[in-house]
């Protein structure tokens, strides 16, 4: 079966090269799928860091581990199949979408061959917080609206430098951030950073943050806050919320809660607020 489908993947990628020169030739499958993320809170766009997208199917892989941030996805799926199952991983998780498809072939000429048209785009299973369907015929705008419930455990860091005895905005460079309760990379070769969004551990009252800066020096910071069980949306049920975070320990030469009349910045807001502030 495999062979056969690279025989047939082998003989459309022969008769698109031969119709290069004839515009009717571009373009004739309709295999595009966009998948457009939202926030459940409120519909609107939200803004997705990816670090790789795979789709069964047609051998894809985007990105590669190389961490892009977008709001919406385009993805070829396997058209010589009623199905595919495409992997988003992104910061904070990895999102299985398994897509159905109605598939009807038509000769086109000698020259070009056969197309493909999809249609009756349907979501057969998926561990997203919601899925819906927005337009059931890929290629054309937006496909499929992947919601999230709210993020309860982001907080926002913010470096500064001391300079005449003020507080300014301080740009570093970053070669591996990691949390205790995972040990795993958040972030990466990130380049310069005057801001960094940090996870904190919803099954404790506790996280410690490593930062590896390019010149190998090491920092650590340690969180700890309250923990409460509370039903945000209906539909993504009962979740854990934090509040009342402090720093308890830091190796940071001053690290400090921002102090703000309007917002509480010792909570956690969904797009994260500037909540601490650290000075190398």
């Known amino acids: 079966m495999t062979r056969v489908k690279k025989a047939i993947y082998l003989l459309f990628l ?8 004839e515009p009717d030739c571009f373009n004739l499958t309709n295999d595009t799928v966009t998948i457009v993320f939202r926030k459940m809170f409120d519909g609107r766009v939200d803004t ?42 992104t910061f904070e998780r990895i999102t299985d979408i398994e ?7 038509q000769f086109v000429s000698e020259s070009c061959g056969p197309k ?18 927005a337009n059931a015929t890929p290629g054309a705008g937006g496909n499929v609206n992947v919601y999230r419930c709210p993020r309860t455990n982001y907080l926002l860091l913010a470096f500064r430098e001391l300079e005449d005895g003020e507080l ?13 309760f995972n040990y795993t990379k958040l972030y990466a070769d990130s380049g310069a950073l ?18 590896e800066f390019e010149d190998g020096e090491t920092k650590f910071i340690t969180f700890n806050y309250s923990r409460a069980d509370k039903m945000i949306l209906p539909s993504c049920g009962v979740q854990t919320v934090i509040d009342d975070i402090r720093i308890v320990n830091s190796n940071f030469s001053r690290s400090e809660l921002i102090i703000d009349t309007r917002l509480k ?5 969904d797009p994260p607020i500037i909540n601490f502030q650290v000075v190398r």
């Not at 051998?59 to 799926?77: A, I, M, R």
């Not at 493909?116 to 369907?133: G, R, T």
């Not at 301080?170 to 205790?180: G, H, N, Q, R, V």
């Open 194 to 211: 005057s801001f960094i969004r940090l996870p904190l551990n919803l099954a404790s009252n506790a996280t410690t943050h490593t930062f």
């Open 99 to 105: 897509l159905g498809y109605r598939v009807q072939g």
């Open 48 to 89: 997705v860091t990816f670090a790789r997208v795979d789709v069964t199917g047609t051998q894809l892989t985007v990105f590669d581990e190389d961490t892009v941030v977008l709001t919406n996805l385009s993805v070829l799926v396997d058209y010589t199949a009623t199905s595919s199952l495409i992997k988003v991983k």
């Open 116 to 133: 493909f048209l999809l249609s009756e785009l349907k979501v057969l299973n998926s561990n997203a917080d919601s899925i819906a369907i």
């Open 168 to 180: 300014r905005r301080d740009t570093l460079t970053l070669a591996e951030t990691t949390a205790d």
């Open 265 to 269: 910045r010792d909570s956690i807001y």
């Open 14 to 21: 022969l008769l698109a090269v031969a119709c290069l020169d």
